[in-house]
C-alpha cells in the first residue's frame, strides 16, 4: 500500500470534479435544492495522526444519513448490542430504497439501522428523559466522535426536513403500532429531524470515521469513544448497508466501508489505517455523491489496499 | 322471490345463534374486547315501507368500517365522482386486509374507499372549514341516513381508537406524503375516529342499506338523500369491497351489496327491494361477523333472490 | 326494464364504434396482433328464446381467458367445490395484472380461478388420463355449452400461445413446487394453451352466458349442463373478478357478471335474464375490448336494469 | 495477526462441534435429509503454501450454492463484466431468500448473482454449444480452481435436484419471458442441476477460495485462473451477498469474504493470504451450516484480523 499523500489527495480531487455535473442535488428536501452542486472537497485522517485535506474540506454540509451512525454508536451505547438487534432492528442489507416502507408490513423489524425506518427505531432507543435531553446528548457525542465544538444545527435544514417529514412519520407511525419503537413519536421524529439536520466539514466525517477505523479510540486524544465491538458492528454494517440500494456495486467499486448522505457528504472507515471524507452534493439516483464516490474509487485504486 | 316475513327473519337469527361462539370480539381495540359477543340482531326495511326486526336489533353497537359507506357518499356529494376517483382513490378490490400499507407505496392511489387508506383519503376530501365542522357536516348526514337523530358519539370508543390508531397514522401520513391528502393530517384522522366511534344499531343500519337500495331516496319521507348514481357507485362498491378480503367469498355465498365493521354490524343493500341491518360482535379471522354472515346466507337461501 | 330490442342492439353497436380506435389488439401474442382491430360484433341470447345480433357477430376470434369460465365449471363438476376451493384456488378478487406471479410466494393459493396461476390450478385438476384426454373432454364440454359444434381449434393461435408462454410456465412450475397442481406440467400447460387458442364467435359466447345465467340449463334444449350452484359460483367470480385488474371499475359501469378475453370478446351473464356476448380486438391497458366495455354499458343504461 | 497453526485449526474444530446439534440437514432436497449431520471438517491453504486441515476435511458433499462462484468465474470470463451486469444480473443484497421470485416481478434483473435466479442467468451466459458443452467445461475449470482432478457428479444428488428442482425452473422461465435468459431453458436449468450436485471436499473448496484471494492466480503452479479484477468483483459480492439473507449478519460476525452452500461447505477468501473450507451438513433456519459459522466465527476472534 503506497503512502497516502498530499497529491494523491489533490489527483483524486481533480477526478471527482468531472463527474459533478453527471448528479443533482436532492430535489424532495427544499433546503438541500438550493446548495451549490460545483462544491466539492475531500479530507483524511489516519490512525497515526496524519492529516490531509483537498477542496471544500471546511465547507459545512448537512450531515443527513451519516448521523445514523452517530445515532447507532449511541444507542449501543445506551443499550448495548443485545437489546437493540435482538428486536428492534435487524443486521440485513435489503434492495430497497432508503424510505421503503413494503417490507415493515411483512417482516415487522427494520431491516438494518441504515435505513429510515431501522434509523427512526435506533433513536427511539437513545436514553434520555426527553426529546431535548436525548438530542442534547446525542449532540454532545456526535462533536467528540467529529473533534468538533463547531457543529450545530442548520435551522433552515431543520425546517426543511419536518416539513417533507411526512414519509418518515409513517414509518414511525407504523414501528410504533408493530412495537418497535416506545415513546413519544414526535418527540423521536424530531430528534431525527435534528441530527439529520447538522451541519459538518469533509474534515468532520474523516474525524468520526477515523475514530470507526481506529476501534473506537480517538487517536488524537487517546480516548476511547465506543466499544471496539460496536465500532466493528458499525463498519460491517456501513460495508454491506451503508450507500442505500447502491451498497452492493459501491463494495465491488470501491470497498470500503462507507456511510453517505443527501446532503453529499461520504464517511469511510480503513480499519487501522484512516478516515475519509468527502463532499459533493451533486446526488446520482440512488442518492449518493457522484463526485464523492469518484474520488473514493480513485484512492482505493491508487492505494491499491485490498480490504477484502 | 318469497315475501319477507316476520318469522323468516326469527328463523335467521335461530340459524345465526350457532355461530356466535365461532368468533370472538374484535381484540386490537380495547374497547370492543369487552363487548358481549352473544349479541345478536337483525332488522328489515323494504322500499315499500315494511319493517320487521328479531333480536338486539335496538341495541347500540360502534358502526365502525360501515361509516366509511357514509363518509363517501358525503365525500361524492361534496367533490362529485370525476375529482375523487380521478386521483384520490380508486375503484378496485384488493385481496389485502382492511389496514395495509404495501400497495401505497407501489401504487400510490388507495385501491378503493373501504380499506383503511382510502376511507382516510375519502375523509380528507369532505368540505369543511375544520375538523369538527367536518364531523358536524358527516353525523348530520349520517342522522338522516339511518333515520334517526339518536346516533351519537360513544366516547369510550372513540378513546380506544385514538389511542390504537398508530396504524391509521402510518397510512395517512404515507397518502400526505405522496400527495393523496390535503389538510391537515391530524384533523382528518379525528374525524375519521370519531365517525368509526358513532353508536348505530341494526334498526339504523337497515335504513342506511334501504336509502343506498332505493336509488338514494328515503322512502320513509320520500326526500332524496343522494343522487341515484352516487347509491350505485356506493352498491357496486359493496359488493366488490365491502367485506374486507372476505369479500369474494361472501359474494359466492350471499351476494348482496354489503358493508361491514369490526364493531359487528353488517349494511346490506337490495336494490329496489330492501335494506338488511344484523349486528352480532363476534367475528372471524378477516374481521366479519360470523353470525351476521350466517343470517344473510340463511335469508339469501329462503328469499331465493338472485342479484346477479 | 324496458325489452331489449334489435334496434336497442344496433344503437349500442353504433355506440361502441365510437370507441375501437382507442384501444389496440394485444400485442404479446403474435397471432393477436396481426388481428382486424375494427372488426365488432354483439349478440343476446335471452331465457325465453329470443335471439338477437348486429356486427361481426359471426366473425371467429380466440376466446383467450373466457375459456377459464368453461374450464371452472368442468373442474367443478369433476372435482366438486370444495375440492377445488379449500386447496386448490381462491375466491377473492386481487389488483394485481392477470398474470401476476407476486402473491403467489407469499400467499400459496391463486387468489381465484380467472387469473392466469388459478386458471392453470383449475385446468390441473380436470379429470383425464392425458392431457388429450382432458382437452377432449374439455372442449366437448366448450361445444355443449356455447351450442355449437363449429368450436374447434385455431392452429396458428396455439403455436404463437406456446411460443409466447414462458411466464405462464413460470406460474406453472411455481403452482408445482408449492404442491398446488397436480400432475405433469408440460401437459396441463399444453391443455391450458390449447383452451385458449379456441375459435368462438359472439354468439358462442352469448350462449354461453345465456346457460350460467339460466342456473345451468340451456333454455333451448331443457338440458342441465352445469350445477345451478357451480353457475351461482361462477357468476360471482365473474362479477368480482371476470375483467382482471378492471373488475371493480366495471362492475360500478356495467355491473353485469362478465368475463373477458384479450382476444376481444366478454360474456355477460344477467340471472333469469340473458345471456350477452361481444367481440371486438382493440383492448385497453387492462387488457378488456374498449368497444365491448362500451356496448355492455350502453345496454346497461337503456335497460336499466339494475342486478345490485 | 498470529500465525495461523495446525493448533489453532483443531481448538476451532472443537469449538464448531458444540453447534451441530443446533441444526439439521437440508430438508427439501430428498439426497440432502439423509447426510450424516455430525461430519465437521476444516481446511486452510495459505498464499505462501502451508496447508492444515483438521476432521472431516477430505469427506465429499455436494458443492451446492458454492458452484454459483465458480459459474460466475467463468461467465464473467467468457462474456465479461459489462456484459454480466448491464443487462442480465445486478450487484446488490436483498433481504430475500435464496429462492425468491418476488423481485423478479418488479425488478426485472435478479437481484445478484448468488440468489438462484441470478445464478441461473450467469448459468445462461456460459458459452458453449450445447448444455453438455457448457457443463464440461464448466467442469473442467471447477476441477482447476480447486485443484483436485477427483471432482466429479454425485449422480443420486442431480437426481434429486433434478426431481425437487420446479421453483428453479419457475425462476428460469420467468427470466426466459422477461429476456434475461437466451437458450434453452432445459438445458441451462440441467447445467445448474449438475454443478450445484458436484461432490467437493473442504480441502477443494479451500484452495478455490485460495485462488480467490490470491487475486486470481493458483499459487501453487503459480498460473492466473481469473483476472484479478473478476476475482475481486467475486470477493465482493461474497462479502454482501454470500450467505442469503444471513449475509448482514456473518458480516458482523466474521467479516470474511465467503460463499456457503445448503450441503454444508462454506469457502472463505482472506485477500492476500488464504482461503477456508469449513464442511459441517447441519444448517441453520437460513440455509447456512451451523457449525461452519461457529468455526469461521472463531478463527475470525484468535487471528484477530479485521478485513474492514
Request: net charge neutral.
Amino acid at each position: 500500500m503506497p503512502e497516502i499523500t498530499q497529491t494523491m489527495l489533490e489527483d483524486a480531487l481533480a477526478y471527482g470534479r468531472a463527474f459533478t455535473d453527471q448528479g443533482r442535488t436532492a430535489q424532495y428536501i427544499p433546503y438541500l435544492r438550493h446548495v451549490d452542486r460545483d462544491l466539492l472537497g475531500v479530507s483524511v485522517r489516519t490512525v497515526d495522526g496524519r492529516r490531509f485535506s483537498a477542496g471544500d474540506s471546511k465547507t459545512p454540509f448537512t450531515v443527513q444519513s451519516i448521523a445514523k451512525v452517530v445515532a447507532l454508536a449511541l444507542a449501543l451505547r445506551d443499550r448495548g448490542e443485545k437489546y437493540l438487534f435482538s428486536g428492534r432492528v435487524g443486521l440485513e442489507p435489503t434492495g430497497d430504497p432508503f424510505n421503503s416502507i413494503i417490507r415493515l408490513e411483512t417482516d415487522r423489524k427494520p431491516y438494518n439501522p441504515f435505513i429510515n425506518a431501522g434509523a427512526i427505531a435506533v433513536v427511539g432507543a437513545i436514553k434520555g428523559r426527553s426529546g431535548s435531553e436525548k438530542f442534547e446528548r446525542l449532540l454532545r457525542y456526535f462533536r467528540r466522535l467529529c473533534g468538533s465544538d463547531a457543529i450545530s444545527l442548520c435551522g433552515e435544514a431543520y425546517l426543511s426536513e419536518r416539513e417533507t417529514g411526512d414519509k418518515n412519520r409513517a414509518l414511525a407511525y407504523h414501528l410504533k403500532a408493530t412495537r418497535m419503537l416506545e415513546g413519544d413519536v414526535g418527540e423521536t421524529l424530531d430528534v431525527y429531524f435534528r441530527m439529520c439536520s447538522l451541519y459538518v466539514t469533509a474534515e468532520d466525517i474523516a474525524h468520526l470515521a477515523l475514530v470507526l477505523s481506529n476501534r473506537g479510540v480517538d487517536p488524537a486524544t487517546g480516548e476511547r469513544l465506543m466499544e471496539a465491538d460496536h465500532a466493528r458492528i458499525i463498519r460491517s454494517l456501513m460495508l454491506t448497508c451503508g450507500l442505500y440500494d447502491e451498497s452492493g456495486e459501491f463494495a465491488v467499486k470501491v470497498g470500503y466501508p462507507s456511510k453517505s448522505g443527501v446532503g453529499g457528504g461520504i464517511a469511510s472507515a480503513l480499519v487501522d489505517r484512516m478516515g475519509i471524507g468527502v463532499f459533493g452534493p451533486a446526488l446520482d439516483a440512488r442518492g449518493n455523491s457522484v463526485a464523492g464516490i469518484a474520488i473514493l474509487e480513485y484512492l482505493s485504486k491508487v492505494m491499491d489496499v485490498r480490504m477484502f
